[in-house]
């Protein structure tokens, strides 16, 4: 069975603080893809980033980075020097097989506070 | 820009009334679905279709049934709505899993 946790429910940093967002994954399947969403307070669901199972460099992307070990099955997100615009809810996404389904975590709310 | 539309955000309805949920992308894409966010629980998925006329049950199926007459519409029906499933409706389409998701549509089942 195919499965994404996000053990933290609820995280709440004070802004310029580092937070990293954990995600763990389980599938049986050798190609998958895994996928960070951002939920603002305006519902929309905005894509981050997409890696494939074969590619575990680690990726920077401005304030965000990621760093996703097979070992451990885990693909955990990292905002360095928070601010309240990154206060939202996280999900984290694995998808793979032929149907294109993603099955999300359940996803954490970050709160950054001034 | 590519879109998917999500025909209502808000919605109001008396339990045991029959309730469409319309979405439409513009993107031609073959893969559409359907899931329902609640907190605590992430978003599930409901149905999903890669093509038009097919459907196939995601993971909480029961209480919903779809159509998918054109390829760029994919409809939600909550056949007699009752107030478990007052929650998030996320439509999205796709193609080789890069995923455009609608604005959600928040049901309210009075």
Redesign the interface.
């Known amino acids: 069975a195919q499965k ?1 946790t ?1 053990a933290q ?1 609820e995280i709440s940093v004070v802004e310029k603080e580092d937070v990293t967002l954990d995600c763990v994954y389980e599938t049986r399947d050798t190609t998958y ?1 895994l ?1 960070w969403y951002k939920q603002p307070p ?4 905005v ?1 981050l980033i ?1 890696r494939n199972s074969f590619d575990e460099q680690n990726e920077i992307s401005g304030r965000y980075s990621w760093n996703f070990q097979k070992s451990t099955s885990s693909f955990n997100f990292t905002i360095t020097a928070s601010q309240v615009v990154d206060s939202a809810v996280y ?1 984290c ?1 694995l ?1 793979s097989g032929n ?9 954490t709310t970050l709160q950054v506070k001034p | 820009d590519v879109k998917v539309t999500q025909s209502s955000r808000y919605l109001v309805k008396r339990t045991g009334e029959k309730v469409f949920l319309e979405c439409v992308q513009d993107m031609d894409h073959e893969n559409m679905f359907w899931y329902r966010q609640d907190p605590g629980l992430g978003l599930r998925l409901i149905y999903f279709s890669y093509d038009v006329k097919m459907k196939e049950k995601g993971d909480i199926p029961e209480g919903y049934s779809v159509s998918r007459e054109k390829k760029e519409r994919f409809s939600l029906i909550l056949e007699s709505a009752s107030t478990n499933q007052t929650s998030m409706y996320l439509c999205a389409s796709s193609w080789d899993f890069r995923y455009t998701f609608g604005s959600g549509t928040r049901l309210t089942v009075v």
């Open positions: 994404v996000q429910t893809y996928f305006s519902g929309e669901l894509f997409r999900f996404a998808g149907t294109g389904k993603l099955i999300f975590g359940q996803g």
